[in-house]
């Protein structure tokens, strides 16, 4: 084959008297380089179930053999990816590792010479859904798999859950949640809530859930609980979030209530390649003082809380951003905060993710900051398939003066969730169709799956 090799020629009778020789080799009798590629799975395991939630990551060995005219080259390397990318799904190494949030479907492990990705080849695995021809009721908790322990306070974190039969997924129904690992500073509501005080250690909570109807139907979960490791490596520069708009230039804080107000404010640290530093700790303040304003420590890591107390006019302050390890590397921000406005509102929606046949929910608070007048608002759900309203349903409520008031809303989502996008938003008004005035932005959730 064609290459570059040496030769030691000695003499028998005293080895240490030696020459080596370098030779090019051009091809030899007329032999090319002819490189292949291949990945071998086991047969075996090229279909398989799903894990389910209760049952450990499955891990599915593979192998790249790279070849140059039939023989193994162990001196080429190879450049290896899944195709499609999913949820649940990665490679690690030489393993394909699925857990329980993958989804059925067939997935290519892709691998390409290093050097010339021309020098290609895939090997298919196909993902079932376990409970897909089990005509038994199945459930699923919808869950982050870690929680960072707050700095402060307590965090509430809302769990949720699915229903499926035959791998469709089914209306909802009462199910009992409990927490299986007592862990000090951890509780779990009746309704799946799980609180995290800043008093809790790291470890792991495992949550389960039965059906109300069939106690024999149950499905548990883990949760890491984890603590934010401190860097002392010093950042390049700041990203402070949680204004009206973070990317103007003009940086905003609009307050809600005359009485007073909490704005949370999130800081990141980069380097200099504008990569995330994690655990680097800065400090927030006001770098001359305004009568009404004050910034705390907020509840979780790098988190800033600044009170606005009885804001009756605009308010100019200027914050000020530094790392705790060298008063030099620091940023200031000028902001407006902004007095309340007549009506505000704020609103979010009761679920991270659409679910089929789902009553999807949608809570408002709205505050009416007139003095005398009561206020007449409606919260209006929008449903869309692509460009076209296939659902709206709507909320409306009186806001007396100088009162604040919670509600909410909800709309049923169809059992086909292709190309569905809901929004929701405020407005004055006393219907849908005589709402005027939106107050504050929509959100918007759509259908990622």
């Known amino acids: 084959m064609a290459g570059r090799v040496s030769v030691d020629v000695s003499l028998v009778n005293n080895p240490s008297v030696k020459n080596t020789i370098n030779l090019t080799l051009s091809g030899g009798s007329g032999v090319q380089d002819n490189y292949s590629i291949q990945v071998k799975i086991d047969s075996s395991m090229t279909t398989v179930n799903i894990p389910r939630q209760a049952e450990p990551d499955l891990s599915i060995p593979f192998m790249v053999l790279i070849r140059n005219n039939g023989i193994i080259d162990d001196s080429k390397t190879a450049n290896v990816s899944l195709s499609p990318v999913g949820e649940g799904i990665r490679i690690e190494k030489n393993n394909i590792i699925i857990t329980s949030n993958a989804k ?24 079932k859904d376990p409970n897909a021809d089990s005509n038994i009721k199945a459930l699923y908790i919808v869950a982050p798999d870690e929680i960072v322990i707050p700095q402060r306070s307590s965090f509430l974190t809302p769990l949720n859950y699915r229903v499926s039969l035959n791998g469709e997924t089914l209306d909802k129904e009462p199910v009992t949640w409990e927490l299986l690992t007592p862990k000090d500073g951890v509780t779990l509501s009746r309704i799946g ?12 909570v495992w949550i389960r859930i039965r059906l109300d109807s069939d106690n024999a139907i149950t499905t548990t979960k883990r949760i890491k609980i984890l603590s934010l490791q401190s860097s002392s490596e010093l950042p390049d520069k700041f990203i402070v979030t949680g204004f009206v708009n973070d990317n103007a230039n003009n940086k905003e804080l609009q307050t809600t209530n005359m009485s007073g107000n909490k704005m949370t404010l999130k800081v990141k640290t980069l380097n200099e390649l504008d ?11 006001l770098k001359s003082d305004v009568d009404g304003v004050t ?12 009170y606005a107390n009885g804001i009756l006019t605009n308010k100019e302050v200027v914050l000020v951003v530094e790392s705790i390890y060298s008063e030099s590397i620091k940023t200031e921000i000028p902001c407006i905060i902004k007095r309340p406005l007549t009506l505000n509102s704020y609103i979010t929606f009761e679920k991270s993710e659409l679910i089929k046949k789902d009553t999807f929910g949608v809570k408002a608070i709205v505050a ?8 007449n608002v409606v919260l209006v759900i929008a449903m869309y398939k692509k460009n076209k309203l296939v659902g709206l349903e709507s909320v409306s409520e009186v806001i007396d003066a100088k009162k604040t008031k919670e509600f909410r809303g ?3 989502l169809p059992s086909d969730l292709q190309d569905i996008t809901v929004k929701a938003f405020i407005c ?3 219907s849908e169709f005589t709402a005027g005035k939106i107050l504050g932005n929509p959100i918007i959730m759509k259908n990622n799956k």
């Open 428 to 430: 004055e008004g006393n």
């Open 295 to 306: 910034i705390r420590d907020g509840t979780f890591f790098n988190s800033f809380d600044v």
């Open 275 to 285: 990569e995330e530093i994690f655990g680097s700790a800065v400090k927030m303040y």
């Open 193 to 204: 809530e799980l609180t995290i005080d800043s008093t809790t250690t790291p470890g792991e």
């Open 368 to 375: 009416n900051n007139d003095l005398k007048n009561k206020k």
């Open 410 to 412: 909800k709309i049923i």
């Open 104 to 127: 059925a479907g067939k997935y290519n492990v892709v691998a390409k010479l290093s050097d010339n990705p021309n020098v290609n080849h895939s090997a298919t695995i196909t993902l």
